[in-house]
């Protein structure tokens, strides 16, 4: 299963910490779509010695699932099926720890989990210009989408039909705080890309992960293929939070009203009035 891009994992570091019984270490990353995972995994290739537990199929799947009807279930059965080595899609609702701690590649390796959490304001505006997998007859307004229930796939392990992509917000950042139980960072997405550096520093320094070189290595383009939207793009656009221009006085009260505001507290998030 250790497949990505048809590039074999290769598993580089092992930790002294466990004497004669040398582990593999390991990272794996969660977080929903639209919160910079490409991104980091990225930079984690390019700067630190660990290799990454994939959060999406291999290529060899892709291409399967383009050949054969009901594409999405071709992924959903790989993640159920190679559960124990792959912990999941990197954009799971992440099952509990003591589940994860059974796995194959948890007793066969030292993994280190790192979780993306985005402001949901901005959040929510990203996942309405792209909503992944609905089936809308004309796109609704931001609003309306709001408060339209959301449908899930198999691989995100929640129920099939959320009340709306707020309460997906909610449950899958609540499900990242109770890795702490294990070797787990909660990052936010605003923290990545406002100092990608330090945050490569904090997963080198917390995991005991060894830096390829003393120089950082940025990567400068935009993983969604967006011309003209490099890293400094994106930094000035969420730095200087130009979301805000963006979304009415009714979204925000729409999202202040389901939205998790100790989770809110927790990730560091201000609750817009």
């Given amino acids: 299963p250790w497949q990505s891009g048809g590039k074999a994992l290769r598993f580089l570091r092992p930790n002294s910490g466990h004497g004669s019984g040398v582990m593999s270490k390991l990272i794996k990353i969660y977080g929903e779509r ?9 930079l984690i290739g390019l700067n630190l010695k660990a290799e990454e537990i994939p959060g999406v199929v291999p290529a060899r799947i892709m291409a399967l699932q383009r050949r054969l009807p009901g594409n999405e279930l071709v992924r959903d059965l790989y993640f159920f099926l190679n559960y124990g080595q792959t912990l999941g899609s ?13 796995r194959a590649v948890m007793r066969s390796h030292e993994v280190c989990f790192v979780t993306l959490t985005k402001n949901p304001y901005s959040w929510l505006l990203s996942l ?26 198999r691989r995100e392990n929640t129920a099939k039909v959320l009340r ?3 309460e997906l ?35 080198s320094r917390q995991f005991s992960i060894d830096r390829r070189s003393a120089r950082f ?8 293929r967006e011309t003209g939207k490099d890293h400094g793009y994106y930094q000035d656009y969420y730095r200087n939070e130009r979301w805000r221009n963006e979304i009415s006085a009714e979204a ?3 999202i202040n ?6 989770l809110m507290v927790r990730f560091g998030f201000a609750v817009l009035s």
Avoid at 178 to 190: F, M
């Fill in 34 to 42: 639209n919160t910079n995972t490409n991104y980091l995994s990225q």
């Fill in 90 to 102: 990197k954009h799971t609702c992440v099952k509990p720890a003591a589940v994860l701690s059974r």
């Fill in 128 to 153: 309405h210009r792209n909503p992944y997998h609905q089936r809308y007859v004309g796109k609704p307004d931001f609003e309306t989408f709001l408060r339209t229930p959301w449908r899930t796939l």
């Fill in 164 to 166: 709306s992509p707020i």
């Fill in 169 to 203: 917000w909610n449950l899958k950042n609540a499900a990242y705080l109770q890795l702490a139980s294990l070797d787990a960072l909660n990052l936010t997405s605003e923290s990545l890309i406002e100092d990608p550096e330090a945050v490569i520093d904090r997963i």
């Fill in 217 to 224: 290595v940025n990567y400068e383009r935009s993983t969604k």
């Fill in 252 to 254: 925000i009260a729409i």
């Fill in 257 to 262: 009203e389901c939205i998790d505001q100790k």
